[in-house]
């Protein structure tokens, strides 16, 4: 199934059980793409994480219920899966800036959020770098911690600064950052800060060391300035490379992004030379 297809089908699916205990995996399933993929996918094609679109799209049509008709608060934060009505009415101000009753009584505005509708344009003729390439197993010296699919966005900077900022670049630098979900179904993925394991060397308390097994790799090199240079690529690689790609498919859960040494550079990570790759392990069809 191509991305544009799997999207309208998942669009489709949220609409259709806006008001369900529906999650990213029910989407995923749906639309027959594994978690890990479909969640990378949907969030750089679409801006949203599909967490955010559904939560975004139930308080659209809970502010739009609130304006026109007799509802009750607690009887929206039911309808739309929210166990208390304090819960709702945070998350409903979070959303349009007044509590429901500040909207019933003062007849304020509130903010639409559209179902995200496909469109069909013509592209092509882009020119993108990629090599395929073997890789024999390596080994990693590594901090890890796992994160839900959910705000991985915001959590996953936040752990490479908690790293740096607690002194650990020194163990580690942080030649490699690892995406690691082996099933591509779990609710969680394992990320890893990390480097070349160098068995001489003894391993600091706090650190482990993974192996990432041998997988003929798609690898497509990146320059300029972060985030934008790995931004722009991983955006490509979804709405440009995927579609078009005929002879191989996604083989695994594992993403690899390699970084260059910043001191390499007179701006550092934010130099326009400044080198990174990402590498997708993928399979012959």
């Not at 009753?101 to 993108?128: C, E, H, N, Q, W």
């Not at 630098?173 to 591509?184: H, K, L, V």
Request: aromatic fraction near 16%; include cysteine.
């Amino acid at each position: 199934m191509e991305w544009a297809e799997a999207i309208g089908q998942a669009v489709k699916y949220i609409e259709s059980h806006i008001t369900e205990d529906i999650t990213m995996y029910d989407v995923a399933e749906h639309v027959n793409i594994s978690p890990f993929y479909f969640h990378k996918g949907f969030s750089i094609l679409c801006g949203y994480s599909i967490t955010e679109y559904i939560r975004n799209r139930r308080m659209a049509l809970a502010g739009e219920e609130l304006i026109s008709s007799d509802i009750t608060v607690i009887e929206l934060a039911m309808k739309y899966g929210y166990d208390s009505p304090d819960s709702f009415t945070k998350a409903f101000s979070r959303f349009h800036g007044y509590t429901p009753l500040t909207v019933r009584k003062d007849k304020t505005m509130v903010k639409a959020f559209a179902p995200l509708k496909l469109t069909i344009s013509l592209k092509g003729g882009y020119i993108m770098d990629y090599r395929i390439t073997k890789k024999e197993a390596f080994t990693v010296l590594a901090a890890s911690k796992e994160f839900s699919y959910e705000n991985p966005k915001q959590e996953v900077p936040l752990f490479w600064q908690e790293h740096y900022a607690s002194g650990n670049g020194k163990y580690v630098c942080g030649m490699f950052g690892i995406n690691i979900d082996p099933q591509m179904g779990n609710e969680k993925f394992e990320y890893l800060i990390a480097d070349v394991y160098n068995p001489s060397v003894d391993i600091s308390d706090g650190f482990e060391v993974k192996t990432i097994p041998a997988f003929t790799w798609a690898v497509f090199p990146c320059r300029g300035a972060m985030p934008q240079s790995l931004q722009d690529v991983n955006t490509k690689i979804f709405s440009e490379w995927l579609p078009a790609l005929q002879d191989y498919e996604f083989a695994a859960g594992y993403c690899v992004e390699m970084y260059d040494l910043p001191d390499k550079y007179p701006n550092g990570t934010s130099d326009e030379n400044y080198y990174t790759e990402i590498w997708i392990p993928v399979r012959k069809k």
